[in-house]
Nanobody, 125 residues
Framework: QVQLVESGGGLVQAGDSLRLSCAAS????????MGWFRQAPGKEREFVAA????????YYADSVKGRFTISRDKAKSMLYLQMNSLKPEDTAVYYC??????????????????WGQGTQVTVSS
C-alpha cells in the first residue's frame, strides 16, 4: 500500500510559478514510478508528467514541456512538480499517482494503482 498526499496548490497569476509536493508513505516507495495528472472542470483527467523509480528518464505532456519539471527525493519519499510560466489553461486539480509499471502512468489509458486526493491550482489571467 502507498498513501499519497498532495500539497502546494493555490491561486496565482499568469506567468507565476508554483511547486506542488506529494508526500508518499508506505512500503517500497522508492520502487514506484510516479506521475502527475490534472483534471480541469468539465474535462477528463489528463497526464502531465512522470518519473521512473530511478529518477530518470522523465516524461511530459506536450502542453507543459519546457515549463514544468518533475522530480523526486527518495530519502524524503517526496515527489515534486515545479510549474513555471503558468497559464490560465493550467487551472485544474492536480493529482499525484504511483505504480510499479510505468506504462500504467504514461500509457494511453492511465490507470495507476495509487492516487492522491488532489490539490487545486488556479491561474488567473
Amino acid at each position: 500500500q502507498v498513501q499519497l498526499v498532495e500539497s502546494g496548490g493555490g491561486l496565482v497569476q499568469a506567468g507565476d510559478s508554483l511547486r506542488l509536493s506529494c508526500a508518499a508513505s508506505g512500503r517500497s516507495f522508492s520502487s514506484y514510478n510516479m506521475g502527475w495528472f490534472r483534471q480541469a472542470p468539465g474535462k477528463e483527467r489528463e497526464f502531465v508528467a512522470a518519473i521512473t523509480w530511478s529518477g530518470s528518464p522523465t516524461y511530459y505532456a506536450d502542453s507543459v514541456k519546457g515549463r514544468f519539471t518533475i522530480s523526486r527525493d527518495k530519502a524524503k519519499s517526496m515527489l515534486y512538480l515545479q510549474m513555471n510560466s503558468l497559464k490560465p489553461e493550467d487551472t485544474a486539480v492536480y493529482y499525484c499517482a504511483a505504480d510499479r509499471v510505468l506504462h500504467t502512468i504514461t500509457g494511453v489509458s492511465p490507470r495507476p494503482d495509487y492516487w492522491g486526493q488532489g490539490t487545486q491550482v488556479t491561474v488567473s489571467s
